[in-house]
């Protein structure tokens, strides 16, 4: 009869474990609360005078020990001792770890996730006074290392989304820092159209359209090596620069000079931007540009059909702490024309890795500009033809396009 009452007992202080761990676990107790009350319901009420958890999070470590000695948990190796467990198992007949009756190893979607060491308080009797609770310490095992693995992967839920929404407002924020398309330009002397679009939420392309005065404008095409939030922020760096020294005055020679001394200022060699820059007078037509290690830049008048390359003469900003030359160039725009300036994104997208294939790019380009004189249709042909507003799984970079048409 006693041992009747007794099981009831035991019966009825595994139910109320089981409650109460539930219970913490509803109430999204912290990790330290669940493994205090793990070893109380092991060690204080089960009696059992040895626990040990090793859970994985990157990498094995250990998570509790109890009623052993730090050394020993340091000479535990769970890739050499324990991943070959795939069930509880008694070892105390093996030398392997002396110092533990029995390894429970913990699952989650087939895949180990903890083990648990459990060694006897009664050293010199074996482990049959635990047999009788093995299930339930199992169970008990299984729920609590479940419960601090969904802990975990809330709390990585929760960081994702915060740094989702700090990229989501940084996209937002640097998407503000280039001009709208309802900013730029459509008089009787040019018209623009631009797209822009970061491979990531963040990205290094830029380009500016910038109103000088004294019927002068400028703009300009630029890409920071690298992607990503690095390249953004220096790209926003370099976007005040550039607003804060580009004037009607300046002279193209001193502005790339003092672009390049910031650029090189701010990353001290480690990433550079290359860039197309011009400024043009819309009273003598006269365009003054720089090409520093960009993308060469397509310039097609409609009457002569004359197709021009205004490319690199320079190297990229920030490459070296001053710039040995700019090689600045001027050309006056006597007829129709239209300028297609844009990243490397767009040619990667367009070429293959190969020469040829980036000679195939500017093909592309090429005939785009030479098809009409609407900038509406070039636009349509370059961007809609690509599905570059869409989801296209071939763009992986920052793709940046300005087109320009000039009235002569």
């Not at 107790?29 to 059992?48: A, F, H, Q, T």
């Not at 040019?190 to 290094?204: A, D, E, I, Q, R």
């Not at 540009?289 to 900003?317: D, V």
Request: one cysteine or more.
């Amino acid at each position: 009869m006693s041992e009747k009452i007794s099981n009831i007992q035991t019966l009825k202080f595994k139910l109320n474990s089981l409650l109460d761990i539930t219970r913490a676990i509803n109430d999204n107790e912290p990790v330290d609360v669940l493994l205090d009350s793990y070893v109380d319901i092991l060690c204080d009420k089960l009696k059992v005078g040895k626990v040990v958890m090793f859970k994985y999070q990157n990498e094995w470590a250990c998570m509790l020990a109890a009623g052993v000695s730090k050394e020993v948990v340091e000479g535990i190796n769970v890739q050499d001792t324990l991943l070959s467990f795939d069930d509880i198992t008694f070892i105390t007949s093996e030398p392997i770890l002396p110092d533990f009756d029995i390894v429970i190893p913990v699952y989650n979607n087939y895949k180990a996730i903890a083990y648990v060491l459990i060694g006897d308080i009664e050293e010199g009797k074996g482990v049959s006074p635990l047999i009788k609770h093995l299930h339930f310490i199992q169970t008990i095992s299984n729920i609590i290392v479940v419960a601090i693995e969904n802990i975990r992967l809330f709390k990585e839920s929760l960081q994702q989304e915060a740094i989702r929404k700090e990229l989501e407002l940084a996209s937002q924020m640097q998407n503000m820092l280039v001009p709208s398309p309802n900013c730029l330009p459509n008089n009787k002397y040019l018209k623009m159209k631009s797209f822009y679009k970061p491979h990531y939420n963040v990205g290094g392309d830029y380009f500016d359209f910038i109103d000088l005065g004294e019927n002068k404008v400028g703009f300009c095409v630029a890409d920071v090596s690298g992607k990503g939030m690095a390249a953004a922020l220096l790209m926003s760096n370099f976007q005040a620069t550039l607003r804060a020294l580009f004037t009607a005055e300046i002279s193209m020679d001193n502005l790339m000079q003092k672009l390049n001394q910031g650029v090189y200022n701010s990353a001290q060699g480690d990433k550079f931007i290359t860039i197309f820059i011009a400024r043009y007078d819309y009273i003598t037509r006269q365009l003054e540009y720089a090409n520093a290690g960009h993308t060469p830049t397509i310039l097609y008048q409609f009457e002569s059909k004359n197709m021009e390359l205004l490319k690199s003469a320079s190297p990229g900003l920030g490459m070296i702490e001053r710039l040995p030359f700019t090689n600045i160039k001027t050309l006056t725009i006597t007829e129709d024309s239209i300028m297609l300036s844009y990243t490397d994104g767009l040619v990667e997208l367009l070429s293959d890795t190969d020469e040829g294939g980036v000679k195939e790019a500017f093909g592309v380009l090429e005939v785009a500009v030479q098809h009409t004189q609407d900038i509406d249709s070039v636009f349509k042909e370059v961007i809609e033809n690509q599905n570059l507003q869409g989801n296209n799984q071939a763009v992986f970079d920052d793709i940046t396009l300005l087109v320009v048409k000039f009235f002569a």
